[in-house]
């Protein structure tokens, strides 16, 4: 499961992405939630907008990557991928990037369907 946090902890956008083999439902978001706290006391702290792993929920781990306007990426996974999902991350934020810069762009309609498709597109590329 994927999930971009905006500020005040605002979910912006959710996608399924197969990075976790069982299914386990909600489970992934009051892992992701849990973790949101360890992120927020580590990104100050790091010069870094890839924090890696953040958190571990039994078989499952939370990575995170914080940009400069303070928007949270939240991975559930569960293989060590380090680089893959770096590269993941790092693309996704290019991409909300292109889709904030969009004048028409509303965070409140949530992302265009096309982001949605190069987030999965990006997933397929780095994360399976």
Same mark, same amino acid.
């Given at each position: 499961m994927f999930l971009i946090i905006g500020k005040n902890d605002v979910p912006m956008y959710e996608a399924s992405l197969g990075t976790v083999k069982k299914d386990i439902g909600h489970l992934n #978001? *009051?892992?992701?939630? +849990? +973790? %949101?706290d360890i992120v927020d006391e580590e990104a100050? %702290? !790091? !010069? $870094?907008?890839y924090l890696r792993t953040v958190d571990k929920f039994n078989d499952l781990y939370v990575s995170a990557y914080v940009t400069a306007a303070n928007i949270r990426l939240m991975l559930v996974h569960d293989t060590k991928n380090e680089d893959g999902i770096k590269? *993941? *991350?790092i693309e996704v934020h290019e991409n909300i990037v292109k889709?904030?810069? $969009?004048p028409l762009f509303d965070v409140f309609r949530n992302f265009p369907t096309a982001f949605d498709a190069?987030?999965? #597109? +990006?997933a397929k590329k780095f994360l399976i």
């Open positions: #978001q *009051f892992i992701i939630h +849990a +973790a %949101l100050p %702290l !790091s !010069s $870094n907008m590269n *993941f *991350f889709a904030m810069t $969009n190069k987030v999965k #597109q +990006a």
